[in-house]
Structure formats: C-alpha cells, structure tokens
C-alpha cells in the first residue's frame, strides 16, 4: 500500500523566511496530494493541494511542486508569519480511492518574530 | 468547501463506557469517513461510513469496538465502545465534497481521553 514519508519533522525559521516541507510517496497509482495544516486543538485544515497533471500550484505565500517521476511533493511558503506556526501533513490517496488518504507524519513549523 | 461540525468537542469517560461521536456536514455529501489521531501522531483511517449500508473497515479496526451509523447524506455517528485507555485521541470526521474536482475537508475533531 501507499507510504508517505515526511521531511523534516521540525522546522524552526524566522519571520520573513521561507520554510519548504518535503514528501515522498510510494504508490505511483496517487494522484491527488493536499497539505493540512493543524492549529493546536483543532482538526486539519486543507491548505493547498495538488493532482497529478499538474507540477505546480500557487496561492498567495503558499506553493506546492509535484514530481510524479521522482514521487515527491513538497509545500513551500514564503514570507512566513508566526501566525503560520502550526503542524503540517502532507497526505497522498492510496490507489485512487478517495477518502483513503495515507498521511505524513507531520512537520512542526515555528515561526519565530 | 464543507462545514463539518462534531459534538461532543471533548469528553472524559471512564473505561469499559462507550462514547458516540456526532458529525453533521451542511450539504449532502457521498463520502464521509472516521479517521483517529492518536496523541501527537499523524491520521490514521478508521472506516468509511456508507449510507444505507454498513461502513467499511480499514485494517485493524472492527465494527463491535467501532460501530457506525449513516442515516443520510449530511449525518454521521461514531461510537468508541468498551474503552480502554489506548482509546485516548481524536476522532475525526471528514467529508468529500465533488464540485468538478474532489476535496477533502476534515471536522474539528472529538477530544476523548479515558481514565
């Protein structure tokens, strides 16, 4: 089945950096890959995601690349705010099943001011 | 996108109780699901309830200890029964919402902790 593996499982930058989380996934049959991000005490929010016919997505400070051939995606915000502070998932569907997303273990991000 | 919302937010239960977990969406959705997050973990799939019929479990998980109902299309149950402390996590509740393309939403999630 599906594995996803996540990179790096802390992430401490400054205010105003760029902070990019990494993920690679196992089963090339994937194609749809969002990030969550999880304030603490609450549940996952979708921030981005992306399919598998495109390479690149971007809203506003937030991006995320897909490279099929490698299988590999990662989420990239720039000018980070320690409002970003928060756990992010990255998450890949196992087989094309909707619903059965495989999840990263999750990256801790702090922004500090 | 989906407003999902859960009662109850958090609960305390002693062991050997059982707990059921509500989650209401505020549009009829075709796919909705139970996923648990255990302390400081990621998300792990439980079962994808499906209306008028039982739910499918996923691997190590079983309907006795987590029954689940899905009377229509906006409404979901989730009951942990017969609670031990390993039962202490979040559950979650999550819903596909197609509108030309597929999306998955998650609920604020259930706090339970047993004692």
């Known amino acids: 089945g599906e594995n996803v593996e996540q990179h790096p499982s802390t992430l401490s930058v400054q205010e105003g950096d760029s902070a990019v989380i990494k993920c690679t996934y196992s089963d090339s049959a994937s194609n749809y890959f969002p990030w969550y991000k999880q304030e603490l005490g609450k549940g996952p929010q979708l921030i981005i995601d992306i399919r598998s016919n495109v390479g690149e997505k971007k809203d506003q400070r937030i991006a995320v690349t897909l490279n099929k051939t490698a299988k590999h995606f990662s989420l990239h915000i720039t000018e980070t705010q320690p409002e970003d502070s928060a756990v992010y998932f990255c998450a890949a569907i196992e087989g094309g099943s909707q619903g059965n997303l495989i999840f990263g273990k999750g990256t801790k991000l702090s922004v500090k001011p | 996108s989906a407003v999902i919302s859960q009662k109850p937010s958090r609960d305390i239960c002693q062991r050997g109780t059982s707990l059921t977990i509500q989650c209401q969406v505020d549009s009829q959705v075709t796919m909705m699901f139970w996923y648990r997050q255990q302390p400081g973990q990621s998300l792990t799939l439980i079962a994808t309830a499906n209306q008028g019929s039982e739910a499918t479990y996923e691997s190590g998980f079983v309907i006795d200890k987590f029954p689940i109902s899905r009377p229509n299309l906006t409404f979901s149950t989730l009951t942990v029964s017969n609670m031990s402390p390993e039962d202490s996590s979040i559950y979650l509740c999550?819903?596909?919402?197609?509108?030309?393309?597929?999306?998955?939403?998650f609920g604020p999630g259930t706090r339970l902790l047993v004692l």
């Open positions: 999550s819903v596909v919402v197609i509108r030309g393309k597929e999306t998955q939403y």
